[in-house]
């Protein structure tokens, strides 16, 4: 394992009365892809904005290479420039194209030039094959265009990690595949990601680590095959049930991770 | 003879019409009112929508307040309260003008581009239009939507520049519509500044039915004309709304 990357400590959020997250840790190594799931309400979401300090913690630190990002007087959207975002709903700029989606963090966050943020949004649209809708504007791209493009714009940064809040579930079945396709290449080329998400391919695939979030908690963490063959606590298992009535996949990826383990 | 063959109501509309230089002085001067309310009330009002957006606790009520007050007390209270300030508070006002002749055929103008009560009358409606502008404003800016600035923040933006260079676009964009019920409001409203003596359209009607008495064909040419600037203006921005349109939206 590289480096630490993320580093979140005994992280406390609430908002009012409702406690949200009750002491979450973990640690983020390079080139580590990290899938969070869970309940809905479970806090999943939270933990997200936590660590880019959208939504700061109430306690607890988050380090960024470690850097601590609840220092006083530290200047958010510098770090924030290293954290990428995709979002569940894609918030695309709605007034811009494709490729001024991509390069507006360039000209405006990091002063690069028109031309070179140009180069460098035209090849990160490459990277999610959405070069040629370059000039279309967010309205006129289906979802999964509008996500992979939600992608380029997070990638073009070049961001220490890249945080997936539920990147697939507002899209139409159809389409899921095509971003999780770009997802997959990604964590295969080494990018460093942590992605909330309840597709269980894309974790049997490529996570290191699954956190199974419940009540503001990691109820139980472990290894894709450790959660596909043998979940500790009820929870688990149950939230797992739930999913394989719902999309009707996880049997087949327990038969594939057996036979996995029994080669 | 052919004159008398008319009715008498076409004569009098070209009695009226007569006046027409009279007309004109009234007419220019409504609408130097009218553009320098609807500029300044602008950038007011954007400043205003912006502080009760995004100004925190404090400033966003002062914003409130300062626009719930406007929008809920007469603006010919509020320009004359503007105009007799100065009396109260006994500050002396001096007499000055600036001011322009010109000349259209046989007829020497004056258009008078600054004194005193235009002033008053420019501050009172600009100060006024700047509270509903801002209302305009502000319902755009909650319809871009909380999630752009989050996007943009995300992407290293500061809060500022997340606001000027994402929301606003999308928000300039989304007020036309709304935003045209000030621009076709606000000639309208300019006729109150005849409180005050200064002589505008509505002024010169005034003037108009004390000097020939024909009132019906006075404030019908007046009404046409008010009607025939608004529905420019409307025209105006409803091109101005599709040609900024976003494709696909």
Known sequence: MGKSVLRIVDVWKSYGELEVLKGVSFELMEQEVK???????????????????????????????????????????????????????????????????????????????????????????????????????????????????????????EPDVILFDEPTSALDPELI??????????????????????????????????????????????????????????????????????????????????????? | ????????????????????????????????????????GFFLGLFLAILRQYGGAIISRIATGYIEIVRGTPLLAQILLLYFLPYSLNIPIERWAFYTNFRISDREMTFILLNP?????ILALSLNSAAYQAEYLRGAITSVGTEQLVAAQSLGMSRRAGIVHIVLPQALRRVIPAWSNEAAYLPKYTIVVWYIGVPE????????????????????????????????????????????????L
Not at chain 1, 63 to 84: D, V
Not at chain 1, 204 to 215: C, D, H, K, P, Y
Not at chain 2, 11 to 16: C, F, H, R
Request: hydrophobic share 50%; proline share 3%.
């Open chain 1, 35 to 157: 899938v969070i799931f869970g309940p809905s309400g479970s806090g999943k979401s939270t933990l997200l904005r936590c660590i880019n300090m959208l939504d700061p913690p109430d306690q607890g630190e988050v380090y960024l290479s470690e850097q601590n990002l609840m220092e006083p007087g530290i200047n958010l959207n510098i770090m924030r420039a290293n954290i990428g975002m995709v979002f569940q709903h894609f918030n695309l700029f709605a007034h811009l194209r494709a490729i001024n989606n991509v390069s507006i963090g360039l000209r405006r966050v990091k002063g690069v030039s028109k031309e070179e943020a140009r180069s460098k949004a035209l090849k990160a649209l490459n990277q999610v094959k959405m070069a040629e809708w370059a000039d279309h504007y967010p309205a006129q791209l289906s979802g999964g265009q509008q996500q992979r493009i939600g992608i380029a714009r997070a990638l073009v940064m």
């Open chain 2, 201 to 248: 359209l509505f002024g010169k009607a005034h003037y108009l039915v004390f000097k020939e008495f024909i009132p019906e064909a006075t404030f019908i040419i007046i009404a046409i004309i008010f009607l025939v600037l608004i529905s420019t203006v409307s025209k105006v921005l409803d091109v101005i709304h599709k040609r900024t349109a976003i494709p696909g």
């Open chain 2, 117 to 121: 009560e235009i002033l008053v009358g």
């Open chain 1, 177 to 263: 595949g095509e971003v999780l396709q770009i997802m997959l290449e990604l964590a295969k080329t080494g990018t460093t990601m942590i992605v909330v998400t309840h597709e269980m391919g894309f974790a049997r695939a490529v996570a290191s680590e699954m956190l199974f979030l419940g009540n503001g908690v990691i109820v139980e963490r472990g290894t894709p095959q450790h959660f596909f063959v043998s979940p500790k606590s009820d929870r688990v298992k149950t939230f797992l049930k739930q999913l394989d009535i719902l999309y009707g996949s996880h049997k087949g990826l327990l038969k594939l991770s057996k036979e996995e383990e029994d080669k």
């Open chain 2, 1 to 40: 003879m052919m004159f008398q063959a008319l009715p008498q109501e076409i004569q009098d509309l070209l009695t009226v019409l007569e006046y027409w230089d009279e007309i004109l002085e009234g007419f220019i001067m409504m609408i130097w009112l009218y553009v320098w309310a609807l500029v300044i």
